[in-house]
């Protein structure tokens, strides 16, 4: 994936300041709501990452128990 999640951290932060910054309303507005869509994103993209990452020690601990069942096998039709 292209995107961490700081960057869209420091995309967020930066749309914070541009609204701290802003004496218009409407542009102040709209960097707040810019500044939560980023850390929405990366509260998203921290989440996928955690579940990828779970997914995929699941599937290679079920591998290695398959392969160890394999084993197991092989070792009982060799007697």
Known sequence: MSNTSDFYQAQADKC?????????????????????????????????????????AATAAKAEANAEAAAMQMDDLDR
Do not use: F, G, P, Y
Not at 16 to 26: C, G, M, P, W
Not at 35 to 51: G, S
């Open 16 to 56: 914070a300041v541009d609204a701290a910054a802003s004496t218009l309303s409407q542009v102040r507005d709209r960097n707040l709501r810019a500044e939560q869509a980023w850390r929405t994103m990366a509260e998203r993209l921290v989440q996928t990452e955690a579940t990828r990452a779970r997914q995929v």
